[in-house]
């Protein structure tokens, strides 16, 4: 029998920081990570190994770091959890006791039962799959049309990474708009027409009743009647959690199938974490139970649960998850940190809005110079800043981070007027114009 101090379950990013974070804080202990995959993707760099970065080969989560620093890693899968005699067993017989384990299976793709056709040769998921991906990848090289059923970030990626290849692209979603669950209305229009005119055929509002085919996919039926022709079909329609394992165990889940975890990552079983996409997290402004599953998330509840093995700190915790999310669409960038205005009011926040727009360098001539719009979303009763939006250029990826720690220290419009700033004019707007600080201006007119 395997004998280690901290087991870690799960090689993607939370296993990857969780196991890192435990043996730097705990250098004096074991640790071991135990992962299915010989090699990890990057999983937020998954869409674009159909384009920008060609090959999954160039997407890949290296080892160096966990090897450096002390941490066995191996290739096997635990199949069963025995938490009464804290023991692993895996799928090629190996046993491993441990002190402490840390739980990072993360989330699989959602195959809904009630769409007809999904087992269909040519229909396909998104997966963190290496061996999966490289075929898939091979199999749509023959592949004129392609439907792409869902228009989160995970679909509307994969579709202009293949419609740069020449592929014909039917984008379909349910809701009225791409990315709608994510965005204010006057982000998501702009998004929709700039996907459009890169040439991926957005058809939204659209339910797809069957996947068409005998044995090979050749279309979808919409909800309308209409039908489709389809080569392949790559189904985007969210992620699961993959908490099987965890259940078989008895640790406890909540309603919408995550393990219970508390701020520490701690679960219902003494000396068992949860970290990333298979664990329970909260919304950061309402408390409510939480179906956000990103990497960034992921990776902070990993050295949260990697910190807290043995001691509880107090500033370590995980208060919430904030939801911080970017994408992109050729030059032009769409960031959200928070809540956005509709979800805002839906939750009964009385809130103002403050928005400029403004340009990423100074003076506006600068060649990489882009247009930059940033929206805030403030509490009307404290000032407090409950979440942000931006768009622009490849800047607006960090300027989202920074909203995001704006939200996380409960920051107000006023703390937003009186933070300094450094501006140089090839990386940054204008300090007179900054886009940031102009919309807390905005705001703060209609607080008065």
């Known amino acids: 029998m395997k004998k280690t101090d901290v087991l870690v379950i799960g090689g993607s990013a939370s296993g990857l920081v969780a196991a890192s ?21 990057i999983p937020c760099g998954i869409p674009y190994i159909f384009g920008t970065v060609e090959t999954s080969d160039n997407n890949i989560l290296p080892d160096q770091g966990l090897i450096n620093l002390g941490v066995n890693i191996l290739i096997d ?8 005699e804290k023991i692993c067993k895996t799928k090629n017989g190996e046993e491993i006791s441990y002190d402490k384990l840390i739980i990072a299976t993360g989330s699989k793709p959602s195959v809904p039962k009630w769409l007809k056709g999904t087992e269909l040769e040519n229909v396909y998921t998104i997966p963190k799959n290496k061996n999966y991906l490289d075929i898939l990848q091979s199999k749509l090289k023959d592949a004129e049309k392609i439907a792409v059923i869902g ?5 509307v990626e994969v579709s202009d990474e293949l419609n740069k290849t020449g592929k014909k692209i039917n984008l379909i979603e349910i809701l009225p708009n791409i990315l709608g669950s994510t965005f204010d209305e006057e982000f998501i229009t702009e998004a929709e027409k700039i996907l459009s005119e890169r040439g991926v055929n957005i058809k ?22 209409e039908i489709l022709e389809a080569d392949a079909v790559i189904l985007s329609l969210g992620y699961i959690p993959n908490t099987e394992l965890a259940q078989n165990c008895g640790l406890k889940t909540n309603e919408c199938g995550f393990i219970k975890a508390d701020q520490y990552r701690r679960t219902s079983e003494k000396d068992i974490f949860a970290a990333g996409d298979c664990a329970e997290k909260t919304d950061f402004s309402t408390g ?35 939801g911080i999310y970017s994408t992109c669409i050729g030059d032009n960038a769409f960031g959200v940190a928070g809540m956005i205005e509709k979800n805002a009011v839906n939750e009964g926040f009385k809130i103002i809005t403050g928005s400029f727009t403004g340009i990423d360098r100074h003076p506006g001539k600068i060649s990489d110079s882009h247009k930059q719009t940033v929206k805030l979303i403030v509490s009307k009763d404290s000032g407090i800043i409950l979440g942000g939006e931006v768009m622009g250029g490849k800047t607006s990826g960090e300027l989202t981070n920074v909203l995001g720690v704006i939200i996380q220290n409960h920051m107000t419009i006023n703390d937003l007027l009186m ?19 102009k919309a807390a201006e905005n705001a703060a007119k209609k607080l008065k």
């Open 21 to 41: 974070t435990a043996k730097s804080n705990y250098p004096e202990k074991t640790v071991t990570l135990v992962r299915k995959e010989e090699k990890v993707m």
């Open 77 to 84: 899968e635990i199949t069963e959890i025995n938490s009464k």
């Open 151 to 155: 228009g989160g970030f995970i679909g």
């Open 204 to 225: 939204t509002s659209c339910g797809v009743k069957e996947i068409l085919g005998e044995t090979k996919v050749k279309g979808i039926l919409l909800d309308s009647g």
């Open 288 to 322: 409510k139970i939480s179906k956000v599953m990103l990497a960034s998330t992921a990776c902070t509840e990993a050295r949260t649960a990697g910190m807290n093995l043995y001691g509880l700190n107090t500033f370590s915790s995980f208060r919430g998850t904030i």
């Open 419 to 437: 933070t300094q700033i450094g501006t140089q004019p090839l990386l940054t707007a204008s300090p007179a114009g900054y886009p940031l600080i």
